[in-house]
């Protein structure tokens, strides 16, 4: 079956250190992109991605940095620089033009302590 | 950014139908708006969209006013599975790229 896989579920870090999420779709969607989202709010768009190799920051994007080598993978590294850490990360594929909606994954709930 | 409006939250009856409302006045001609619906901890789920005429889908009803400022989803018979929180999304293209931008949602409960 088609879909996106995040990967792990649960996350947890130190303080200070870099960790990276993994994203992977095999729906062939050209575009892919993250989100995070903290208790009691709605989604926040950290980067997005159209097109191999190119990204665009979206509202949130320091302290985060992303990569697209391969159109079915967006991994996001959080890093040491991006203040408050912990919150649930959605990942979301879609075809470009977007006439269909976004497939999101089951998130990965990042904690860091 | 294209901004919408939802109440905070909305009971329903069981089988019921549910008219969740949004409003978006400052929407332009070429906005689509979507509609997502979110569990906990899951990712959202697309429900429905549509640009200018009523949609239909085996999930809902998406009605929209003649003058686009206001759009309702409609759930026909609402079940327990229903219970989440919807989001009112317009995707906008001009300068966005067609990307989704979220607002707080419509957290929605169901009583059997």
């Known amino acids: 079956d088609g879909g996106i896989t995040q990967s792990p579920k649960y996350l947890f870090r130190k303080e200070g250190q870099n960790v990276t999420l993994s994203c992977e779709q095999n729906?062939?969607?050209?575009?892919m992109y993250w989100y995070r989202q903290d208790p009691g709010q709605g989604l926040r768009l950290i980067y997005y991605?159209?097109?191999?190799?190119?990204?665009q920051k979206g509202d949130i994007a320091e302290g985060y940095s992303v990569s697209r080598e391969k159109k079915e993978s967006f991994p996001l590294t959080v890093t040491s620089a991006q203040k408050n850490p912990t919150a649930f990360y959605l990942c979301?594929?879609?075809?470009?033009?977007?006439?269909?909606?976004?497939?999101f994954g089951s998130g990965t709930r990042l904690t860091v302590v | 950014d294209a901004k919408t409006t939802q109440p905070n939250s909305m009971e329903s009856n069981e089988e019921e139908p549910v008219h969740l409302p949004c409003n978006h006045s400052?929407?332009?001609?070429?906005?689509?708006i979507h509609w997502y619906r979110q569990l906990p901890s899951q990712g959202p789920e697309y429900v429905i969209h549509?640009?200018?005429s009523n949609v239909n889908n085996r999930m809902a009803s998406l009605a929209i006013a003649e003058d686009r400022k206001s759009s309702t989803l409609i759930l026909h018979r609402a079940t327990l599975r229903d219970a989440a929180v919807y989001y009112c999304?317009?995707?906008?293209?001009?300068?966005?790229?067609?990307?989704?931008?979220f607002g707080q949602g419509t957290e929605l409960s169901v009583k059997p």
């Open positions: 979301a594929s879609s075809n470009l033009p977007v006439n269909y909606g976004y497939t």
């Open positions: 729906l062939n969607h050209d575009a």
């Open positions: 991605s159209q097109i191999v190799n190119d990204f």
């Open positions: 400052t929407i332009s001609g070429t906005d689509y």
């Open positions: 549509g640009l200018t």
């Open positions: 999304i317009l995707q906008t293209f001009y300068n966005q790229g067609g990307k989704l931008i």
